[in-house]
């Protein structure tokens, strides 16, 4: 999809830096990079780009409530007035049960891994809206947040899978909402970042076996080749082919 604006939370490590660096290198595209922060992140700025494509970095804390709306204002200050796709990528995971898991620790998870997803939406609706038909929003998931596939996870990770399940619901409702707006879940795969890594070695891998660039070219075309009526609200495994149970 050339010529188009793009807002990846997360941008700067991980599955967002990813998408980040393959949409820059993409011509003609603006790739708005929403970080925790943005001094620390002014290396983006130095990524090899394609022709005609921009940059903008812009603060978004996922664990803040108003940062989403304080982005918006940015970037319309600096020129942005649609958005036609918006990757929430920010996430955090702990190790933790049910029994041992404290409210605050939960609350906190709750916060990036979900509420967050829902603030950026809801702050970003009036750019996606006038964006061309179809807009996208979409959610990088986790194969975790697997209601059905629980039993194949049986790690002590109740924080995180919860939040990424409340995640994907709002997701698919954002999308049941608007005729207009293509939403996506989509686990990427087990990649070699390092949340990715942590992961494999809780299965017994030295490493995650997909590496970031692969995973972002999966990615990116799921999102570049959906459409409403074969793909939105759906849970997809790391490829278009694929759907994931919920």
Partial sequence: M????????????????????????????????????VEDSQSLLHIPRGSNTKVIITKVDSS?????????????????????V???SAGIAKLNTIEDMPL????EVLMVNAISVMLLYKAALPLLRAAAR?????FISAAGG??????????PNASYASSKALANCLVV??????????????????VQTDMGNAGARAFGLDRAPLTLEASSKNTAYIIDNATKKDHSEKFFNET???IHPW
């Avoid at 803040?64 to 036609?84: C, L, V």
């Avoid at 909402?177 to 795969?189: D, S």
Wanted: glycine share 8%; hydrophobic share 35%; aromatic share 8%.
């Fill in 2 to 37: 050339p010529h188009k604006i793009y807002l990846i939370t997360g941008a700067n490590r991980g599955i967002g830096r990813g998408m980040f660096e393959h949409y820059v290198a993409q011509p003609n595209n603006t790739v708005i990079a929403a970080v925790r922060n």
């Fill in 146 to 155: 697997s209601l059905n596939e629980m039993p194949n996870y049986p790690y």
């Fill in 86 to 88: 918006v990757i929430s």
């Fill in 134 to 138: 179809p807009a996208r929003f979409v």
């Fill in 240 to 242: 278009i082919g694929r």
């Fill in 64 to 84: 803040s409530k108003t940062d989403p709306y304080s982005a918006i204002k940015d970037i319309q200050n600096q020129g942005i007035t649609h958005i036609d």
């Fill in 104 to 107: 605050e620790e939960y609350e």
């Fill in 173 to 190: 409702k954002m999308g049941m909402e608007n005729e207009w707006l293509i939403t996506l879940c989509i686990h990427p795969g087990l």
